[in-house]
């Protein structure tokens, strides 16, 4: 091994370390130091003139290892770094000793600050004898994106990438792409119809060069890091031929099998074939495998599609063959965009809702009003009736730590968008049951405002039951809503034809699949955790993995949409540097002391370590660009396999011993 | 907080003098009483607000700002059901806030106990159960039933507790029991005259002194006889033996009878002879239901016995309405057309039910007031789950 | 004492090279870089920096193995413990297992004036101790290695308390000091001799200030310490036994009765009781004198029994790994359901090995781990 | 003789802790000089062998500190150094030392206070409690 030659230098920081601590004295002290050959102070080390004393004695006297006592590292070791790596020197043969915050700015006494200083040197003196340069990595960027989640959310972020020219693969598990938004009628406070500000977009997705559309797909399996992720997506069999299907809809009509339509919330039914909506994007039939009877009775009965067929997109072979194919992609960035499951209100008993037929949810209700929808636009009882009575309640399921205690932020605005929509259609009274009224946006409490206007009957109170028991004959064949207006402390009865239920935005059922799949962490309330709420609220702990709209907690439509646009930014700009710097002070494993015991595997957060057979024997081999450098590993190996470079133990415990020696 | 201090200035008459007491009050009721953001859904699920205006919420943001009215007969009404708790988005403890500001009243006597209450407490206090009685002849029931005294090593106590003890109708629950054991042949006894009334409603009430030594006393007894297993007839006993007594060192388990019987019909241990071809309705005891979770036991033992056709009231389970009898309730007047008893009996008769099957002493003295001041008793029973299995054995 | 007083004493010189060593060491058959003939043969070429700078040299097991089939009865054994120490004299260690936490504790103990809580585990239950007694029973490092070991999982004091209850039944209430240390053994084969007499000197103290006259052990490694090392260092005047020999003399002369345990078994023989000191046939005697206990012997037994794999929790790696996985895989061949061993030590290393929570998983090596005391109190508590 | 002066060996993470003592000087909050403050990446770095190494060395005191649970820059890190520590805590304890010599913090950035606190606190304690019992070599034995 080279002799180590260690310089040393002591910065008077002016008179911030001077001031109080006698720095030539250090300085005198540190000469005297194993190993050591020069030692300096000076009044400022991070000048440039501070610098080349440095990268001078490095020439000069030849040395291999450099420390500077002065500030905190946390400001200044960087600066230093990069000056011995100016001098020819691995940044990493480098140790930084805190005599300012540490040291001349907590205590008074000149003669103990000195002692410390001391010691702090003597202890990075030691240290950094046991340095060992380091390889600064890089890795390249694949420019590819995948985005998760066929709905505003996904569409934009798949938009704004593919219109840089950049190739995005957008995985949809749905039929077509299009998400709730798509189900909505209208869209607060504007008003303007979600349909026709969303379409454009889903049809230049369709069609878009950069944009490959894996609709009727899931992903079944991720690996890799940032830059290099490897990705296999299960494209669902359709059960036809897409290349020849022109989405007539002709096997549509002949069809004679119904289930009550998943986008219609229930509320019509579709076929066994069947386009989900008149817009869909891919505009493909898919046939519902459990529902066919021709599949399921093996082709022995029915077959009506194929008769009418006239592309001869279905054949007896598409129905009874086709199997699900299975795609591996290679994306240096992925966007997760899977959003929400609107809660289900039947979990409330006493709101009544799968037990009173005119109790609706709220995306029921969207469909109601939509001029496509099961009613053709009109508000309707289930008989058939226009209602004269309409309540809706807001809350639910929601601000309520018996199911969700956070608030849903859409409910109290999509709930004043029913009241106009219920005041446009009929002629009935509007009961808006509230706790707060929550109208934070952009023109939102003008639409209240508004709303005030048009007569809707503002009662603050949570209601306590939705029940058809009447007391008096006003009420009878109707339903009544009870709730205290609290604002008049008095109990009251409502009685109404139809309830609306605000119910909130919950996480999806399977996001812990999603999470598990992506390395994505969830929040206590289910849903997926930003790596910082404020300043980093797309970005996941994960790199390369971003997050937006509704599977990162409620929210509208403008902040999802911002959000896509902020996920698309950050996959741009990792496509633009094309590269990534990986961290040098990361876990590394020395195979023979390795007993492949998997404990490091198990204790890592970011999946770093993996367990593998090599030549017959279990050794863990450590993912370097996984890796952060936390050292949990090391500390749970048992034989002293696992070492985090530049936290080594030999660098570390000579530390504490210099430390611990009594002068 | 210079707004909130203002606030008192400006409307000092309406505002409470007693602010010590609404401290104690606040400290009792604990944080989630600050936690309340006012939805009142606690009113509009309150039993009181069938019969009569009672503004739960309202009450609860007066305890928030230190404006509670000790003197109002608020204080006294609520029964301690649970409906409004069950419900609460925000998990506030509507019941602790009630028995803080009870505890007020009597402790620092800066309100007026009625009347009635005041007699069972003295009595409680003095006797060891709310009627007065003497205390020697607590075991009296089980004169003639050849039931034992509970000494160590005998495996189950029963704890019929003061009602089923002294009242001299509700006895028949309590001597049902120790019929169906004795026949059973399961090994019990009773602590009879060491026996103590178990504190639960007089600690709704507010005597949280008068609890404490109630339930020393208890406690004492159960480790002096090395009692390891409670069975009772009354949720009250079960609710407090199992969720407050461990707080003052008394460990033990407890089984509800109706817990319990099921349990025999399990091991089939507890075989019945008799029809009763009856319809019967089952009233879930709000301390058994929403305080403990037990709904299902008491159902199964009645499905259990041949003839008997169960049926269930528009509210049941966990929307089941409230006798009236908790909370001290049973000790205090309650006025004719404000009796929640009264609108039970009447929905049992709409549903043609000719026995309301009971599983709490309370609920059998309210609801068989009920049916004679009602002058029902011709038409239907008020009887007790255990005198079913008994009369059915 | 330098390189050339070590081959004086050990006999090192009269090495034939016949390899006999290196052939069956079980280090060697895993690791490429270590053998016993090459140590030796730099020790006799006088290449002291390739022994005292040889990270190897704290790979060995000091098992016997060689020592025993030596034609020439080379030491090496103790060769290596003298030669350790010249490496600690120059600074060098091993790689120590356990973050070194073990032979930190080791260290620690080695000061005083100490109050240890070692005896927390005797508080409950009703053994039987007493402060007066003629016999001792010494625990070791058994308290310390309970939370080092939590996540194997490995109960040390499982071992201790067992030891306790068969005492006890043996109608012995032993003395439970308070304030024993590390018997050294660690210290003393990883060359720091400085920390093993003080060791011994305080643990010679305490048991001539107890008047004990019999001190007995469940761990074959403190045993073997006292019976042939303490000797060397400090004055010992007691009988040092291992609790398997008591047993089976109570046996013979009492006529000692178990009850049943259904249970096939293989013995795993601890280095130290076995070929450090010959006491193969006791634990044997014990568990055949157990109704229901069918005792099945593995390939290598009794003197060609294989070694656990680690000594003195040094240099644990992947080939020591791979000497535990073929012994296991070898106890399992016998269709035992228990694999059986008096020492605590053994136990752990096993249990270590069987540790796997990678996704990717190795060989089959999971078989039931007791030890012989275990048993033994499970027949004699019914 | 002068009064006994412990030294504390503090090992401290790089994001939350090891910033608090920052800023702790960057307000010029006074505190005793006993610490010696040695910098880990994560809390949940710290390895058992750190700590005895401090105490061998005759540290009367140790602070292992870190993030909160919700600041963690490694997301989960103080959960693994609780482990770490609840298992060294118990080995140390069989040793015979005394409870307040082994302290585990958690003090995030902003608290350059608290770090002030801690240590005066532990200072003070140790000046009662006397030097470490591990500083006492073993001579008196035997």
């Known amino acids: 091994m080279e002799e180590v030659k260690i310089g040393v230098y002591v910065c008077h920081c002016g008179l911030n370390i001077a001031g109080t601590v006698d720095v030539e004295e250090v300085a005198k002290y540190a000469a005297t130091l194993p190993s050591v050959v020069v030692s300096r102070d000076y009044r400022y080390m991070c000048s440039d003139p501070g610098q080349d004393l440095i990268k001078n004695d490095i020439k000069e006297y030849g040395l291999n290892r450099a420390v500077v006592a002065s500030c905190s590292p946390r400001m200044h070791e960087l600066t230093f770094r990069n000056a011995c790596q100016e001098g020819g020197l691995n940044p990493y043969l480098y140790e930084h000793a805190n005599i300012r915050e540490h040291c001349s700015w907590v205590h008074d006494d000149k003669k103990i600050n000195t002692e410390k200083a001391k010691d702090l040197v003597r202890a990075a003196v030691r240290r950094v004898y046991h340095h060992e340069p380091l390889e600064v990595k890089e890795a390249p960027v694949n420019p590819n994106v995948l985005v998760v989640g066929g709905g505003i959310a996904g569409i934009q972020a798949a938009l704004d990438i593919a219109n840089g020219e950049k190739r995005v693969y957008l995985v949809e598990r749905e039929p077509s792409i299009g998400g709730h938004m798509i189900q909505l009628d209208r869209t607060f406070p504007t008003l303007d119809c979600s349909e026709c500000i969303l379409t454009p977009k889903m049809a230049d997705v369709g069609h878009h060069p950069f944009i490959e559309l894996l609709a009727y797909s899931e992903v079944e399996e991720v690996s890799g890091s940032i830059g290099q992720f490897k990705v296999k997506v299960r494209k669902k069999a359709r059960h036809i031929d897409e290349s020849k299907c022109v989405g007539c809809g002709i096997c549509e009509e002949k069809c004679p099998w119904k289930v009550p339509s998943e986008f219609e919330m229930g509320l019509a039914m579709r076929k066994a074939i069947y386009i989900p909506f008149a817009q869909a994007i891919p505009n493909l039939v898919t046939v519902d495998p459990d529902l066919c009877v021709y599949i399921q009775s093996n082709g022995k009965k029915c077959g009506a599609c194929i008769k009418f067929c006239e592309a001869k997109a279905i054949t007896p072979e598409t129905l009874l063959n086709q199997t699900d194919q299975i795609i591996e992609l290679e994306v240096g960035s992925i966007i997760v965009a899977t959003g929400y499951d609107q809660f289900d209100p039947s979990v409330i008993p006493q709101y009544g809702y799968g037990k009173y037929d005119n109790v609706l949810t709220g995306l029921q209700f969207e469909r109601m009003t939509c001029a496509a929808g099961p009613t053709g636009g009109k508000v309707l009882l289930k008989d058939g009736r226009e209602p004269e009575s309409v309540t809706i309640i807001h809350c639910v399921g929601s601000r309520d730590q018996n199911y969700h205690e956070y608030c849903s932020r859409v409910c109290c605005m999509y709930g004043l968008k029913y009241a106009h929509l219920i005041k446009e259609f009929t002629k009935a009274d509007v009961y808006e049951f509230y706790i707060d009224m929550r109208c934070f946006g952009e023109g939102y409490e003008e639409f209240y405002k508004r709303l005030s206007e048009e007569g809707v009957n503002f009662i603050r109170g949570k209601v306590a039951k939705v029940t058809d028991q009447a007391v008096t004959e006003e009420e009878k064949g109707r339903l009544i809503v009870v709730a205290e207006d609290t604002l008049l402390g008095r109990l009251i009865r409502v009685p109404a034809d139809m309830v609306i239920l605000c119910a909130a935005l919950e996480a999806r059922a399977d996001a812990d699949k999603v999470a598990s799949l992506f390395t994505l962490n969830r929040r206590a309330d289910g849903f997926f955790l930003e790596r910082h709420v404020k300043l980093d609220p797309v970005a996941t702990p994960t790199d390369g993995v971003f997050i937006a709209g509704c599977c990162e907690g409620p929210r509208d439509i403008p902040d999802t949409v911002a959000q896509a646009e902020a996920t698309a930014a950050k996959a741009l700009s990792l496509i633009s540097k094309g590269k990534i710097t990986l961290e040098s002070a990361i876990a590394n494993v020395d195979e023979t002391r390795c007993l492949g015991c998997g404990r490091c595997e198990e204790i890592c957060t970011f999946h770093a370590p993996k367990v593998i057979s090599k030549n017959g024997v279990m050794v863990s081999e450590i993912n370097e660009t996984l890796c952060k450098g936390c050292g949990a590993c090391a500390v749970v190996c048992p034989t002293g396999a696992m070492l985090i470079r530049h936290y080594k133990p030999e660098q570390i415990l000579n530390q504490v011993a210099a430390l611990t020696e009594v002068l | 907080m210079p707004i909130l201090e203002s606030a008192v200035y400006v409307e000092m008459e309406v505002l409470s003098p007693y602010k010590e007491a609404t401290e104690v009050m606040i400290e009792a009721g604990g944080e989630p009483l600050r936690l309340c953001y006012q939805c009142g859904i606690c009113t509009a699920t309150c039993p009181w607000n069938l019969v009569r205006g009672f503004i739960v919420r309202r009450i609860i943001h007066e305890a928030q700002l230190g404006a509670t009215d000790f003197g109002s007969e608020e204080v006294w009404l609520c029964a301690t059901c649970r409906a409004c708790v069950q419900r609460c988005p925000r998990g506030v403890e509507i019941i602790d806030v009630m028995r803080a500001a009870r505890r007020a009243v009597v402790s620092l006597g800066i309100g007026i106990v009625p009347d009635a209450l005041r007699i069972s407490a003295k009595n409680i206090a003095g006797a060891g159960n709310p009627l007065g009685e003497a205390p020697e002849k607590r075991g009296d029931w089980a004169k003639d039933l050849g039931v034992k005294k509970f000494s160590p090593g005998t495996e189950i106590l029963y704890f019929p507790c003061c009602v089923p003890a002294y009242d001299p109708d509700v006895k028949k629950v309590s001597q049902a029991t120790a019929t169906i054991l004795s026949k059973l042949g399961v090994d019990f006894g009773i602590l009879g005259s060491e026996e103590r009334c178990c504190g639960e409603a007089i600690r709704k009430a507010g005597y949280e002194d008068t609890f404490h030594s109630l339930a020393q006393s208890n406690i004492n007894a159960f480790s002096s006889n090395d009692v390891k297993t409670v069975v009772v007839s009354s949720p009250h006993c079960y609710h407090t033996f199992k969720n407050e007594y461990p707080e003052l060192g008394g460990e033990f388990q407890v089984i509800h009878i109706t817990q319990y019987l099921a349990q025999l019909i399990d091991q089939g241990r507890l075989k019945f002879s008799k029809e009763i071809n009856k319809r019967v309705i089952y009233s879930d005891p709000c301390y058994l239901g929403r305080h403990n979770g037990i709904y299902d036991e008491p159902r199964k033992v009645l499905q259990s016995i041949p003839g008997v056709e169960l049926i269930e009231f528009p509210d049941s389970r966990e929307d089941s309405l409230c006798c009236g009898g908790g909370g001290g309730r049973i000790w205090m007047e309650t006025v004719k057309g404000e009796r929640f008893s009264d609108i039970r009996v009447e929905q049992a008769l709409e549903k043609g039910a000719d026995i309301i099957a009971v599983a709490c002493p309370y609920c059998f003295l309210n609801y068989r007031d009920s049916v004679l001041t009602m002058d029902k008793a011709e038409v239907i029973e008020v009887k007790d789950v255990s005198e079913l299995v008994a009369e059915a054995m | 004492m330098n390189l050339e007083d070590i081959i004086q004493e050990t006999k090192t010189y009269y090495c034939l090279e016949c390899g006999k060593c290196s052939s069956l060491c079980p280090i060697s058959r895993y690791d490429p870089q270590y053998s016993p003939r090459v140590m030796v043969e730099n020790a006799l070429l006088g290449l002291e920096d390739e022994i005292v700078y040889n990270k190897k040299l704290f790979s060995c097991l000091t098992c016997y193995t060689c020592q025993l089939k030596c034609p020439s009865d080379v030491d090496y054994p103790l060769f290596i413990q003298k030669a350790r120490v010249l490496a600690t004299a120059a600074g060098q260690h091993g790689d120590y297992a356990h973050s070194g936490t073990l032979q930190s504790i080791a260290m620690l103990m080695a000061r005083s004036p100490l109050k240890q809580n070692r005896l927390e585990w005797l508080k409950k239950d009703g053994y039987r101790t007493s402060e007066k007694s003629d016999v001792m029973l010494f625990i070791g490092c058994s308290p310390y290695f309970e939370p080092v070991f939590e996540d194997i999982p490995m109960r040390t004091l499982n071992i201790a308390e067992a030891s306790l209850k068969v005492l006890n039944s043996l109608g012995i209430e032993p003395l439970v000091h308070p304030d024993e240390r590390c018997c050294g053994h660690d210290a003393l084969w990883v060359g720091d001799v400085e920390t093993f007499k003080k060791l011994a000197e305080h643990n010679a103290a305490i048991i001539k200030e107890s008047g004990v006259k019999k001190v007995i052990f469940f761990c074959p490694e403190c045993y073997r310490t006292f019976k042939l090392d303490y000797p060397n260092y400090v004055k010992l005047d007691c009988e040092v036994m291992h609790i398997s020999e008591l047993l089976a003399q109570r046996l013979e002369t009492e006529g000692l009765r178990f009850n049943e345990v259904k249970k096939k078994v293989t013995y795993q023989d601890p280095c130290r009781l076995g070929r450090h000191l010959g006491i193969y046939d006791a634990p044997r005697k014990v568990l055949q004198a157990i109704p229901g206990i069918e005792l099945v012997e593995m390939e290598h037994n009794r003197e060609e029994s294989i070694c656990c794999g680690t000594s003195c929790f040094t240099n644990c790696d992947s080939y020591s790994k791979q000497i535990r996985v073929e012994r296991l895989l070898e106890a399992k061949a016998t269709g035992a359901e228990t694999l059986i061993t008096s020492c605590p030590k053994c136990q752990t290393h096993f249990r270590c090995a069987m540790v796997n929570k990678g996704e990717e998983k190795g060989p089959d090596i999971e078989i039931e781990l007791m030890d012989l005391v275990n048993l033994v109190a499970t027949s004699l508590g019914g | ?142």
């Open chain 4, 1 to 142: 003789m002068a009064e006994f002066e412990p030294q504390i060996i503090a090992f401290t993470c790089n994001w939350c802790t090891y910033a608090a003592a920052d800023l702790a000087g960057t307000s010029r909050i006074h505190y005793p000089a006993n610490v010696r403050i040695v910098r880990v990446m994560c809390s949940g770095m710290v390895n058992p062998m750190y700590v005895f190494k401090a105490f061998e060395g005759g540290a009367d005191g140790v602070i292992v500190a870190g993030c909160n649970y919700t600041d963690c820059h490694y997301i989960d890190g103080p959960v693994k150094c609780d482990t770490m520590f609840a298992r060294l805590k118990k080995m140390v304890l069989i040793l015979g030392l005394e409870e307040e010599r082994l302290r585990r913090e958690m003090i995030s950035t902003s608290e350059g206070v608290i770090f002030a606190r801690v240590v005066e606190e532990m200072v003070e304690q140790l000046k009662k409690l006397g030097p470490s019992p591990f500083k006492i070599k073993m001579e008196t034995l035997a």
